[in-house]
């Protein structure tokens, strides 16, 4: 290299250095062009290197939708799908630079079963550019992306009429989309919204002024996006950072690591360790391998501290004089991302920042229609839809309302069984209706009243198909046990329905609730030293594991009653199997709602080949060996 190119690449990254870096998507519904601006944009802005641009033609021929010409979709479109059916599917991020700032763009798809994507994209973005095809004006999915855009806290948008060369530059056909647009974009808190009539294809209006569309005396779409203002109103400056890590590489370092999500710290600050409250003082501050007196929003640090503190990942050190919140419930705004329904009562893992717990929407206080805004009774959520919702957490959570804060105010919800990310969220404020509310301390334990009855308290937990045999088990198990002076409780759920449940239908959300009802009962009655038989169908997997986790290891027992559908048929008197079969009776289990088996219970009796004292019997050992205190 000699000293000359040296020097201009020297020149070249000081001059980068000191740019203001802007983050924007593009969105939309699909086939509105968002891959050929963007590819516009890294052609204009001289951001496409020469073998990319050979390249480009090569694709071009083999991919292309532009005929002769270049495709310049082609240069953010790169997964083999999105090529060969001309379709964005994932986020694509490109970098390019102007003489004023530097960009990061989000090429976000436009499919209705890709919005999460989108949803991804608009996360970490300040801008968003919705683009709308100008022969077929604001359709739903614009309307979607434009919600989840406000949702996500970006509150500058740039409306992108597109293809304007497809109506012949028609001005009265982009004055009615922009007034149909803004009279739905207009209650959504956007702080600008900015509307530029383009093509992508031709380049009018990208960088340049369009000759065929002079009546349009706006900026272009660079010219703004280089100048516009995107300081978030409400921006505060006080010191929080989730620990990622705690460094310990030897008896002499304790290190707190972490990104830092808002504000500046200094060598001898004082910070507040959450939620547990500790207050100390900062000792050092490194930024890599550096030791530095100063870091501030967004430098990745490992600060050490003058005291030693009880601290761990998910903690958040903060400025102690302006500690964040800390609560257990919450209401908050949640896009829901999966294929199956988002049923409340069911538990989820909840992520926020560096923190993971357990989580359960209680309520769904309202769903948003997407073209209207207007609020919407749900008992459930489908794919893509937009709710307001109440959220409870098992464990108290360090957080901010998501206008101040996006790190410690946006989570996500992750199945517990198949690890899929099926929600994102945004926290509005703490609920405090629990606030007051305290366990209360009891001299008589559960140990104690478990050892005035000689027994040890657990909770058998009988699942299985309508006709397996449950509830005649756990009567049967009841006698025995009675017999022998045990101190015994059934919770069956044809009896239980007819009070505390009778308010509970056959629905999946119904299913749900009616589980967690059933499972505190159990909980309680264990509580009082009791051996407590529930029968119930409980056909899904995660809510039979949630009813486990609120026992202590060892005391709940899951029996597997497994018996084969036909036999459960055939054994039903009351008709229920042929009523399901008919269409007669909904939701039945087996037949037209699912039944998820039992992977590894504690017990799995197979009614078709036991006879019901056998299996009696092998129940009688199982607790013999463990519940008599005698």
């Given at each position: ?198 093509s992508g294809l031709d380049g009018d209006n990208v960088l340049h002024p369009s000759a065929r569309m002079s009546w349009y005396s706006g900026p272009t779409l660079m010219g703004y996006l280089d100048?516009v203002d995107v300081g978030r109103e409400g921006e505060r400056s006080a010191f929080r950072l989730p620990v990622q890590w705690v460094n310990r590489p030897n008896l002499d370092f304790r290190g ?297 290891p060892g005391e709940f027992v899951e029996v597997y009653v497994d018996t084969p559908i036909e036999e459960c048929e055939r054994r039903d008197v009351k008709g229920l199997y042929a009523k399901a ?50």
């Amino acid at each position: 290299m000699t000293t000359l190119q040296a020097t201009d690449i020297s020149t070249f990254i000081a001059g980068q250095h000191g740019k203001e870096t802007l983050r924007f998507i593009t969105c939309g519904s699909v086939d509105d062009g968002k891959s050929t601006l963007i590819g516009r944009l890294l052609f204009e802005s001289k951001s496409i290197f020469d073998d990319q641009l050979q390249s480009l033609e090569t694709d071009s021929r083999q991919y292309g939708t532009q005929g002769e010409q270049v495709d310049l979709a082609l240069l953010v479109d790169g997964l083999q799908a999105e090529r060969e059916q001309g379709i964005t599917i994932d986020v694509a991020y490109r970098f390019f630079a102007t003489d004023r700032r530097r960009y990061i763009v989000a090429d976000t798809p436009g499919h209705e079963q890709y919005t999460r994507n989108m949803a991804t994209g608009a996360s970490t973005a300040d801008l968003a550019v919705i683009l709308i095809d100008a022969r077929k004006g604001v359709l739903t999915q614009t309307r979607r992306h434009t919600r989840i855009a406000a949702m996500m806290g970006i509150r500058h948008v740039v409306l992108a009429v597109n293809k304007m060369d497809l109506i012949d530059c028609d001005r009265a056909r982009f004055e009615a989309i922009v007034a149909d647009y803004r009279a739905f974009a207009d209650g959504l808190g956007f702080a600008s919204l900015q509307s530029i009539p383009v093509s992508g294809l031709d380049g009018d209006n990208v960088l340049h002024p369009s000759a065929r569309m002079s009546w349009y005396s706006g900026p272009t779409l660079m010219g703004y996006l280089d100048r516009v203002d995107v300081g978030r109103e409400g921006e505060r400056s006080a010191f929080r950072l989730p620990v990622q890590w705690v460094n310990r590489p030897n008896l002499d370092f304790r290190g707190f690591c972490g990104r830092i999500a808002e504000g500046r710290i200094g060598v001898g600050a004082a910070v507040r360790v959450l939620p547990s409250g500790t207050v100390t003082r900062v000792k050092e501050i490194w930024l890599g391998f550096d030791s530095v007196d100063e870091a501030g929003q967004g430098d990745a640090v490992t600060l050490t501290l003058v005291d030693e503190v009880d601290a761990s990942r998910g903690d958040v050190l903060v400025a102690a004089e302006a500690p964040a919140e800390v609560a257990d419930q919450f209401e908050a705004r949640l896009l829901w991302m999966a294929e199956h329904l988002m049923s409340p009562g069911r538990q989820y893992l909840m992520k926020l920042a560096c923190r993971e717990v357990t989580a359960t929407v209680t309520e769904i206080k309202y769903r948003e229609d997407v073209n209207t805004g207007v609020h919407l009774a749900a008992k459930t959520l489908g794919l893509n839809e937009i709710a307001t919702v109440n959220l409870s957490t098992s464990a108290p959570l360090v957080f901010e309302p998501y206008r101040l804060n996006r790190t410690l105010g946006s989570f996500i919800l992750v199945d517990k069984l198949s690890f899929e990310t099926v929600g994102a969220g945004m926290i509005d404020f703490a609920l405090r209706r629990a606030s007051n509310i305290h366990w209360q301390a009891l001299e008589v334990d559960k140990a104690s009243r478990a050892h005035l009855k000689h027994q040890t308290p657990r909770c058998l937990w009988f699942t299985g198909l309508s006709g397996s045999g449950k509830s005649t088990i756990a009567n049967l198990l009841e006698k025995r046990l009675h017999a022998e002076g045990r101190h015994t409780y059934v919770l069956d759920g044809d009896n239980v329905r007819h009070g505390l449940n009778r308010d509970l239908g056959f629905t999946e959300v119904d299913r749900v609730e009616n589980i967690r009802r059933v499972a505190e009962v159990a909980k309680l009655m264990v509580d009082a030293g009791l051996i407590v038989m529930v029968s119930f169908i409980s056909p899904f997997v995660g809510e039979r594991r949630m009813a486990r986790d609120l026992f202590a290891p060892g005391e709940f027992v899951e029996v597997y009653v497994d018996t084969p559908i036909e036999e459960c048929e055939r054994r039903d008197v009351k008709g229920l199997y042929a009523k399901a079969r008919a269409g007669a009776l909904k939701n039945f289990t087996g037949i037209d709602s699912p039944y998820e088996p039992p992977e590894c219970p504690e017990v799995h009796l197979r009614t078709a080949e036991q006879g019901m004292e056998d299996c009696i019997d092998r129940l009688m050992v199982l607790i013999g060996d463990s519940a008599s205190e005698r």
